[in-house]
């Protein structure tokens, strides 16, 4: 089974700050990569998928890239609604559809 | 709009039986593979089943095979997870999910509410 393993799992930023969060993956998944936002009590919501391409109505300020192994999530300017935990999952060689363990983005 | 609503929830004992449904609402659902994720208790997320759109094939987290078993009825818009042998180790909020495609990229773009499980004596 593929291993998805994101860092940090968690950090602190304040609101304008540019934010990273990387997932890599145990094998090569080439763009199969998808990332989601959850808030405590909330279902996840899809940010972005097949790596790059951001899903209806997400605000350009999150952006994705990566292929093969590595895939890294970009917020450009942190906002009050940002915070909150983002997972990565990989949709290659499925089943299991596996998860990484989550980054927590916290007020700094 | 893609409602998705889970019920079926509770608390149970030890080696006990739970059925869980996904009532969907607003898409075609027989042209749609469904999932259950679920989630821990200040845990993260781990995938748990996947039913094909038509039903025909099914596939499990190893750590449920054997004990749990995904199904669909079309003609309700429902999707079911019932679960058998329950463990403390299965507490946890369960979601139910559709998944897309893009090329051959899937990803979970609707989600529904989540229902507790609670599995204890």
């Known amino acids: 089974d593929i291993q998805m393993t994101q860092s940090p799992s968690s950090l602190s930023a304040s609101v304008g700050d540019r934010v990273t969060i990387t997932c890599r993956a145990s094998?090569?998944?080439?763009?199969?990569l998808n990332w989601y936002q959850q808030k405590p009590g909330k279902a996840p919501n899809l940010l972005v998928y097949a790596a790059s391409t951001l899903q209806s109505g997400v605000p350009p300020r999150f952006s994705g890239s990566g292929s093969g192994t590595d895939f890294t999530l970009t917020i450009s300017s942190l906002q009050p609604e940002d915070f909150a935990t983002y997972y990565c999952q990989h949709s290659h060689s499925i089943p299991p559809w596996t998860f990484g363990q989550g980054t927590r983005v916290e007020v700094k | 709009q893609v409602q998705l609503v889970e019920s079926g929830g509770g608390v149970v004992q030890p080696g006990g039986s739970l059925r869980l449904s996904c009532e969907a609402s607003?898409?075609?659902?027989?042209?749609?593979?469904m999932h259950w994720v679920r989630q821990a208790p200040g845990k993260g997320l781990e995938w748990v089943a996947v039913v094909w759109y038509d039903g025909s094939q099914q596939y499990y987290v190893d750590s449920v095979k054997g004990r749990f078993t995904i199904s669909r009825d079309n003609s309700k818009n429902t999707l079911y997870l019932q679960m058998n042998d329950l463990r403390t180790e299965d507490t946890a909020v369960y979601y139910c999910a559709r998944v897309i495609y893009h090329a051959r990229s899937g990803s979970f773009d609707f989600w529904g509410q989540g229902t507790l499980v609670t599995v204890s004596s």
């Open positions: 094998q090569n998944i080439n763009n199969y």
């Open positions: 607003g898409f075609s659902f027989n042209a749609y593979g």
